[in-house]
């Protein structure tokens, strides 16, 4: 029974797909499915992954925030303005920098949603605007370039250790943390009480409001990290950096399993659909595939992926009943 519901697994029907789609795409260039060309793929999605796992918990909690690609992008004009004014600041205060800032706009939205009522949609639809209009106001539409850049702001993300850049190691390091969170600790059982029924978790002594907030702080949190993460990485900031990034974030938890309706999820399912993602935008290009073709195929995953959840949710559901009925 246990191996049955491995193989009905999303998570175990994800990663067939994904090994299938490498398989596919090496039958025609065996180099994508080479150890480095692979590794390449993951640091290439590794920015993804992160936002994906931040995007869960707010998701699971019956929210949603499309403001991580503006806050990725303030957050990392801001700390690119800093090192181009003060060159000796060291990296990792310029990191806790960035966790601080994008964790400030992570709390804006938290607050506006909890304190205000106002549907999370609406909030950060409005919070997105107002953090790329900020972008403009700071930066005076100017570029940063790489050469306006210290050597050390730009090289830390794209340091090798053990054959992967730390650009990889810190998307390592974040799922095995949120791996932990949502299965061990308190916290990630909240957001799952949450999404699941919030009238019961009041009942249960979870505060919803705070709980939704913690969330949309850690989203914020890891939004504000891969600002300082991307712009380092591609030495260049701007006014639209990630612009339309929030929509590869939202598709990859809803191809990962992640129910928009709350409650549904696994940190597992967030990484496999960023990866995915990364390997549609990193294959596709491989065999003259049209970008078209790309966003059709995306969209059609999505489409896909939602079906899936809402009749894996109502056959959840038919169970849930049925053992109802026997019990009764």
């Known amino acids: 029974m246990t191996m049955r519901r491995l193989l009905q697994s999303r998570e175990a029907i994800l990663l067939a797909v994904l090994?299938?789609?490498?398989?596919?795409?090496a039958a025609r260039f065996p180099q994508f499915a080479a150890p480095a060309s692979l590794a390449n793929?993951?640091?290439?999605?590794?920015?993804?992954?992160?936002l994906a796992l931040g995007q869960m918990v707010v998701i699971l909690t019956r929210c949603i925030d499309l403001s991580v690609a503006a806050n990725l992008a303030l957050t990392g004009?801001?700390?690119?303005?800093?090192?181009?004014?003060?060159p000796a600041i060291p990296v990792?205060?310029?990191?806790?920098?960035?966790?601080?800032?994008?964790?400030?706009l992570g709390a804006v939205n938290g607050i506006l949603v909890?304190?205000?009522?106002?549907?999370?949609?609406?909030?950060?639809l409005g919070t997105l605007t107002i953090y790329r209009g900020v972008i403009f106001l700071i930066s005076g539409g100017e570029w940063i370039n790489a050469h306006e850049m210290s050597d050390a702001f730009k090289a830390f993300p794209r340091t090798v250790i053990l054959g992967l850049p730390v650009l990889s190691w810190i998307a390592i390091a974040t799922v095995a943390l949120f791996a932990v969170l949502v299965t061990r600790m308190p916290l990630g059982r909240a957001f799952y009480a949450v999404g699941g029924n919030p009238h019961a978790a009041v009942y249960t002594g979870i505060d919803v409001g705070r709980t939704r907030f913690a969330a949309f702080v850690i989203s914020g949190a890891l939004a504000g990290l891969c600002g300082y993460l991307w712009v380092a990485r591609y030495a260049v900031a701007y006014v639209d950096i990630a612009a339309g990034f929030e929509l590869?974030?939202?598709?990859a938890c809803v191809i990962g399993g992640i129910s928009i309706a709350g409650g549904i999820g696994s940190a597992?399912?967030?990484?496999?659909?960023?990866?995915?993602?990364?390997?549609?935008?990193?294959?596709?290009?491989?065999?003259?595939?049209?970008?078209?073709?790309?966003?059709?195929?995306s969209g059609l995953a999505i489409i896909l992926a939602v079906a899936f959840n809402a009749r894996a949710e109502r056959r959840k559901g038919r169970v849930i009943l049925k053992r109802a009925e026997q019990a009764a």
């Open 19 to 25: 090994v299938a789609m490498v398989l596919a795409i």
């Open 41 to 50: 793929v993951f640091n290439d999605t590794a920015i993804l992954i992160i």
């Open 77 to 86: 004009m801001i700390v690119a303005l800093a090192s181009l004014a003060a």
């Open 92 to 104: 990792p205060l310029l990191i806790l920098m960035a966790l601080a800032i994008g964790g400030a």
């Open 114 to 124: 909890w304190k205000a009522h106002i549907p999370p949609i609406v909030v950060t």
């Open 248 to 251: 590869d974030v939202i598709a």
């Open 268 to 297: 597992g399912g967030a990484v496999l659909g960023a990866l995915f993602i990364g390997v549609i935008k990193n294959a596709l290009p491989v065999i003259n595939v049209s970008p078209f073709w790309q966003l059709a195929i």
